[in-house]
């Protein structure tokens, strides 16, 4: 079976600074994605990234980035320049290719962004 | 283009009721995952449907059912409802059934079980 944990119920950034949420797996497969998805208190869930573990380059999107790093199972997500309108849930995900769409989700990290 | 819908957004039902919920997919989507949603147990994947064929099932007990019709919309029942039931349920359009296609996701139905 799959697990993911996010070992950070909460963090906080000050706006325009960077912040990097944590995440590691478990897993003994070979072949699958990674994702982190974001629920702001609209609770409409959001992809922010994704990761094809088979790729060595680390997703980028605009201010998010992710360090994955395979073998340590870990893949945290970067945000730089901090924006208010990023204060939401962020959910580490991870599915397993060719097993249809499932997503095994992290308990989560409440983001909260100060001025 | 319209994104995915749910509807009811919120419901109220009693404990030994039954309860369906309707998801509405993103045109063209062929592919429709159910989550449920809790402060305890986090986000934990239902069952996931694919040109009206249940393709992959979570760990719920068998009262947790669904379905797909032919224009891809989805429906998930529940019946004989418990308190413990009483969640946001999610569901996920995606084209294709596989991790490679991203999933976008409704705006859930809170259930509240009482």
């Known amino acids: 079976a799959q697990t993911v944990t996010q070992s950070q119920p909460e963090m906080s950034v000050q706006e325009a600074e960077t912040v990097t949420l944590s995440c590691t797996y478990d897993?003994?497969?070979?072949?699958?994605?990674l994702f982190w998805y974001k629920q702001p208190p609209s609770r409409q869930m959001i992809l922010v990234i994704r990761?094809?573990?088979?790729?060595?380059q680390n997703a980028t999107e605009n201010r998010f980035s992710v360090n994955f790093q395979k073998a340590a199972k870990s893949f945290s997500l970067k945000i730089s320049d901090s924006q208010l309108g990023d204060a939401a849930m962020y959910f580490c995900?991870?599915?397993?290719?060719?097993?249809?769409?499932?997503?095994?989700f992290g308990t989560g990290t409440r983001l909260q962004v100060t001025l | 283009k319209a994104g995915v819908t749910q509807t009811p957004r919120y419901l109220i039902k009693t404990r030994g009721q039954q309860v369906t919920l309707s998801c509405s997919p993103i045109?063209?989507?062929?592919?429709v995952s159910w989550y449920q949603q809790t402060p305890g147990q986090g986000l934990q994947f239902l069952f996931e449907?694919?040109?009206?064929?249940?393709?992959n099932k979570g760990n719920f007990p068998g009262r947790f059912s669904g379905r797909q019709f032919s224009n891809s919309r989805s429906e998930m029942n529940v019946s004989t409802l418990e308190l413990g039931d009483s969640a946001l349920y999610l569901c996920?359009?995606?084209?294709?059934?596989?991790?490679?296609?991203?999933?976008?996701f409704g705006p859930g139905t809170r259930l509240t079980v009482l």
């Open positions: 449907y694919f040109s009206e064929t249940q393709r």
């Open positions: 995900a991870f599915a397993i290719t060719g097993t249809a769409s499932k997503l095994t």
């Open positions: 897993t003994s497969e070979s072949d699958y994605y």
């Open positions: 990761q094809e573990a088979y790729k060595q």
């Open positions: 996920a359009s995606s084209y294709l059934a596989d991790p490679y296609n991203e999933q976008f």
């Open positions: 045109s063209g989507h062929r592919s």
